[in-house]
């Protein structure tokens, strides 16, 4: 095995370890989740605290999202499934 292809297996791997295993349909609700528990920090942030914090909960929505979509993208691209198994 040359230097290149266990580069591309290590990135597969860390790929796969990053999904978990999980469907499209579990990252959508994983995301969901999150950006409602963001929300929530937000306007509890505003109304308590009174602080806006829309400038980071925008990278932080940026963020959630590139985690949840990205990788199995990625995977589905490269393998034509989202996770590892079958």
């Not at 230097?3 to 591309?8: I, L």
């Not at 990252?27 to 605290?49: P, R």
């Not at 806006?52 to 990205?70: E, H, N, T």
């Amino acid at each position: 095995m040359n230097n290149r292809n266990k580069q591309e297996s290590a990135i597969f791997r860390k790929l796969v370890q990053i999904n978990a295993g999980r469907s499209f349909l579990a990252n959508l609700g994983g995301f969901v989740c999150v950006v409602i528990m963001l929300g929530l920090a937000n306007v509890f942030c505003h109304n308590v605290l009174h602080t806006d914090l829309l400038f980071a909960l925008r990278l932080l929505i940026v963020a959630v999202a590139l985690y949840f979509f990205v990788p199995p993208l990625v995977l589905w691209l490269w393998t034509g499934r989202t996770s590892d198994t079958q």
